[in-house]
């Protein structure tokens, strides 16, 4: 049995990698790969699971990861700030909505109860892909898309009193359903209280000693038992396990770990909600879907236009210009993901059939895949609707950090970074810093920098700092392994960014240049440099003729600065025995066996050692000609890491 087990995983995952494959090659959402894989892998195809809720625990998890990560996004002070938005444009759109679509509902012959939770579905939107459409757009802090996230929220919010609700549906109690509803009330007063005190007063300071550690996997594991600890606290409770995750999550998203923790927490998320969507596409009657095919196209045509034009008139009360009204009711005209979560659970409890569950998720799962093609088109289509041309628009509106452009990302805020940042500011050049040091973030932070807690080396993290629209990514901190690994993940998110890189000696410039880097500044060479101009402008020289030799050196890579001559207390170990150059100045005697040979013979390149000079009856000869011919008396200077050195000094006196 365990090995049959173990099958049905592997062909699930197979099904589930062979689908997300596909439809990411014609652009549309995974959300639809994972309930078509559900559908292979179901009852009605490939019968690998014959009841989809030998899932459910992992499903819900899932859920439980996802309300997690949006209560990240939903910050108190941010739905203050959009308030308007929220409660004006989004609860209208909902309430009409569920009005609306309950009413259709109950004409067509479905119970007052069930009418409503069909009404509370078709409602609501999907965060998820419009989210992700609009970000990758590049359209997330448009005004627009902002209308349309502040109805999203409102929209998730909404969702948490169905979850509540249709389990009481279900109940056959002589307690009135008010009586019912105010215990749960009660409850969830008492129990949202008591997240709120312990999210404002416990988590940061549990986090905080956490980022002390710089211990990843801590970090990770602190993230995952918070928020099943919350959600386990809301279930004991009897309400969703979801609302616990999502305060939570709120409660840490004004935190300076907030994009760290979205970075943990995602890679768990997603996998588990693929899950839940596999187990809703498994619920799929393919006989419901083809006998009723019409209806559902008929229906989803419907729902779609009606969507539109609430939320078009729900912008319009709430005063959101047109464009940006209809641009918005365009993105929000599809069925949610949360429809499904919802559709699942009044199936569990006999609120649904299976057969009108069937019909519900066929017309959600239509609707989505025209949503990629209508969010494209929703600025043009808006432009349209309004008789506007794109020149009549106004500039859309930005905010950190997202919606910052052609700045400067620091990497790392030590003493380099601040430093940088201070001279930026002077010349008011924006910049986002990302630094993993808590402490100093959360002094930054107070401070008003604009600063990211976070691993630079994570993609996410580099996407909350909007390196897809910086002019440079600075790398201040002296690891070259890991600024090599943090260039890999910037140029996978945009290939094009130049990336520069601090580091404090000049051994590492091949493999930095060598990882992609577009200029490496060694901090030891660099202090050459200004101790030189200063010496150089002392003694007269112009300083022009100072500014073009050092941009000549910089541009030959500090090619006349590297290498020294070791002394007595030059110290050579074993990470720097193949980095440093020295200089030698081989004396060449009467027995030397280079003598007589020209420097093209000598084929020094192939030993790695480079002739610097050639001193010969008493003068200085810089680069001498491959042509030249050694003599006796001559002292060639050459330069080389140590071994190479020593081979060369080897071969030119002794010829072995």
Same mark, same amino acid.
């Given at each position: 049995?365990? +090995?049959?087990?173990?099958?049905?995983?592997?062909?699930?995952?197979?099904? /589930?990698?062979?689908?997300?494959?596909?439809?990411?090659?014609?652009?549309?959402?995974?959300?639809?790969?994972?309930?078509?894989? &559900?559908?292979?892998?179901?009852?009605?195809?490939?019968?690998?699971?014959?009841?989809?809720?030998?899932?459910?625990?992992?499903?819900?998890?899932?859920?439980?990861?996802?309300?997690?990560?949006?209560?990240?996004?939903?910050?108190?002070?941010?739905?203050?700030?959009?308030?308007?938005?929220?409660?004006?444009?989004?609860?209208?759109?909902?309430?009409?909505?569920?009005?609306?679509?309950?009413?259709?509902? #109950?004409?067509?012959?479905?119970?007052?109860?069930?009418?409503?939770?069909?009404? &509370?579905?078709? !409602?609501?939107?999907?965060?998820?892909?419009?989210?992700?459409?609009?970000?990758?757009?590049?359209?997330?802090?448009?005004?627009?898309?902002?209308?349309?996230?502040?109805?999203?929220?409102?929209?998730?919010?909404?969702?948490?009193?169905?979850?509540?609700?249709?389990?009481?549906?279900?109940?056959?109690?002589?307690?009135?359903? $008010?009586?019912?509803?105010?215990?749960?009330?009660?409850?969830?007063?008492?129990?949202?209280?008591?997240?709120?005190?312990?999210?404002?007063?416990?988590?940061? #300071?549990?986090?905080?000693?956490? /980022?002390?550690?710089?211990?990843?996997?801590?970090?990770?594991?602190?993230?995952?038992?918070?928020?099943?600890?919350?959600?386990?606290?809301?279930?004991?409770?009897?309400?969703?396990?979801?609302?616990?995750?999502?305060?939570?999550?709120?409660?840490?998203? +004004?935190?300076?770990?907030?994009?760290?923790?979205?970075?943990?927490?995602?890679?768990?998320?997603?996998?588990?909600? $693929?899950?839940?969507?596999?187990?809703?596409?498994?619920?799929?009657?393919?006989?419901?879907?083809?006998?009723?095919?019409?209806?559902?196209?008929?229906? *989803?045509? *419907?729902?779609?236009?009606?969507?539109?034009?609430?939320?078009?008139?729900?912008? #319009?009360?709430?005063?959101?210009?047109?464009?940006?009204? #209809?641009?918005?009711?365009?993105?929000?005209?599809?069925?949610?993901?949360?429809?499904?979560?919802?559709?699942?659970? /009044?199936?569990?409890?006999?609120?649904?059939?299976?057969?009108?569950?069937?019909?519900?998720?066929?017309?959600?799962?239509?609707?989505?895949?025209?949503?990629?093609?209508?969010? $494209?088109?929703?600025?043009?289509?808006?432009?349209?609707?309004?008789?506007?041309?794109?020149?009549?628009?106004?500039? +859309?509106?930005?905010?950190?950090?997202?919606?910052?452009?052609?700045?400067?990302?620091?990497?790392?805020?030590?003493?380099?970074?601040?430093?940088?940042?201070?001279?930026?500011?002077?010349?008011?050049?924006?910049?986002?810093?990302?630094?993993?040091?808590?402490?100093?973030?959360?002094?930054?932070?107070?401070?008003?920098?604009?600063?990211?807690?976070?691993?630079?080396?994570?993609?996410?993290?580099?996407?909350?700092?909007?390196?897809?629209?910086?002019?440079?990514?600075?790398?201040?901190?002296?690891?070259?392994?890991? !600024?090599?690994?943090?260039?890999?993940?910037?140029?996978?998110?945009?290939?094009?960014?130049?990336?520069?890189?601090?580091?404090?000696?000049?051994?590492?410039?091949?493999?930095?240049?060598?990882?992609?880097? /577009?200029?490496?500044?060694?901090?030891?060479?660099?202090?050459?440099?200004?101790?030189?101009?200063?010496?150089?402008?002392?003694?007269?020289?112009?300083?022009?003729?100072?500014?073009?030799? %050092?941009?000549?050196?910089?541009?030959?890579?500090?090619?006349?600065?590297?290498?020294?001559?070791?002394? +007595?207390?030059?110290?050579?170990?074993?990470?720097?025995?193949?980095?440093?150059?020295?200089?030698?100045?081989?004396?060449?005697?009467?027995?030397?066996?280079?003598?007589?040979?020209?420097?093209?013979?000598?084929?020094?390149?192939?030993?790695?050692?480079?002739?610097?000079?050639?001193?010969?009856?008493?003068?200085?000869?810089?680069?001498?000609?491959?042509?030249? %011919?050694?003599?006796? $008396?001559?002292?060639?200077?050459?330069?080389?890491?140590?071994?190479? *050195?020593?081979?060369?000094?080897?071969?030119?006196?002794?010829?072995?």
């Amino acid at each position: 049995m365990p +090995e049959h087990n173990f099958l049905q995983v592997v062909l699930l995952m197979a099904v /589930a990698v062979v689908c997300v494959a596909g439809f990411r090659r014609l652009n549309l959402p995974a959300i639809l790969a994972y309930l078509v894989a &559900g559908m292979v892998a179901g009852p009605e195809i490939l019968s690998l699971y014959d009841n989809a809720q030998d899932m459910h625990l992992l499903a819900e998890i899932g859920i439980v990861f996802l309300l997690f990560s949006l209560g990240l996004e939903f910050s108190l002070p941010k739905l203050l700030a959009m308030r308007n938005l929220v409660f004006g444009a989004g609860a209208a759109q909902m309430c009409f909505a569920t009005l609306l679509f309950s009413a259709l509902a #109950w004409l067509l012959g479905l119970p007052v109860s069930t009418a409503v939770i069909v009404g &509370g579905m078709l !409602a609501l939107s999907s965060t998820a892909i419009v989210i992700k459409q609009i970000n990758e757009l590049g359209i997330l802090n448009h005004q627009r898309s902002q209308v349309a996230i502040s109805v999203l929220l409102f929209q998730d919010l909404a969702v948490v009193p169905f979850l509540i609700v249709i389990p009481l549906l279900s109940t056959n109690t002589d307690v009135g359903l $008010g009586q019912v509803l105010g215990l749960a009330l009660l409850k969830g007063i008492v129990v949202v209280a008591f997240l709120l005190s312990v999210g404002k007063w416990v988590l940061p #300071w549990v986090f905080r000693e956490v /980022a002390r550690t710089r211990t990843d996997e801590l970090f990770v594991l602190t993230t995952i038992l918070i928020a099943l600890l919350a959600g386990g606290l809301t279930y004991v409770f009897g309400l969703s396990m979801a609302l616990g995750a999502f305060l939570a999550g709120m409660m840490l998203g +004004e935190s300076q770990y907030k994009y760290q923790l979205e970075a943990d927490i995602r890679p768990f998320r997603d996998i588990l909600m $693929g899950l839940f969507f596999v187990t809703v596409g498994m619920q799929l009657d393919l006989k419901v879907l083809t006998d009723n095919f019409v209806f559902i196209v008929f229906g *989803v045509v *419907v729902i779609m236009l009606i969507k539109v034009l609430l939320m078009r008139a729900s912008a #319009w009360l709430a005063g959101c210009k047109p464009n940006h009204a #209809w641009s918005a009711s365009i993105q929000l005209c599809q069925v949610g993901e949360f429809s499904f979560v919802i559709a699942a659970l /009044a199936t569990a409890h006999g609120v649904l059939s299976d057969s009108q569950s069937s019909i519900l998720i066929s017309m959600g799962v239509l609707s989505m895949i025209i949503t990629p093609y209508l969010i $494209g088109k929703s600025a043009d289509l808006a432009n349209y609707m309004t008789r506007r041309s794109p020149a009549q628009l106004p500039s +859309e509106e930005h905010e950190p950090y997202s919606g910052i452009a052609n700045h400067i990302v620091i990497a790392g805020f030590g003493r380099v970074g601040q430093s940088v940042a201070k001279l930026l500011k002077t010349e008011n050049i924006p910049f986002v810093v990302i630094d993993s040091d808590p402490v100093r973030v959360y002094e930054s932070r107070n401070a008003g920098e604009p600063i990211i807690f976070g691993d630079c080396r994570n993609k996410d993290i580099l996407h909350s700092a909007n390196v897809n629209g910086a002019r440079l990514l600075l790398i201040t901190f002296d690891y070259p392994g890991e !600024a090599i690994r943090v260039m890999s993940a910037t140029h996978q998110v945009n290939p094009k960014l130049d990336v520069m890189v601090r580091t404090k000696r000049d051994y590492e410039l091949e493999s930095l240049y060598n990882a992609g880097a /577009a200029q490496v500044v060694p901090e030891l060479q660099e202090g050459n440099l200004m101790l030189i101009t200063q010496v150089l402008h002392y003694s007269g020289v112009p300083m022009s003729r100072i500014l073009k030799r %050092v941009r000549q050196e910089r541009k030959g890579r500090y090619d006349h600065l590297h290498g020294f001559y070791p002394g +007595e207390t030059t110290e050579i170990t074993y990470n720097t025995q193949d980095k440093l150059e020295f200089v030698r100045a081989v004396a060449l005697g009467s027995h030397a066996a280079c003598i007589g040979k020209a420097l093209h013979e000598l084929k020094l390149n192939t030993m790695r050692v480079t002739v610097k000079g050639l001193r010969r009856n008493g003068k200085q000869i810089n680069r001498p000609a491959h042509s030249v %011919v050694l003599a006796v $008396g001559d002292i060639l200077i050459v330069i080389g890491k140590p071994g190479r *050195v020593e081979q060369a000094e080897r071969y030119l006196l002794d010829g072995g």
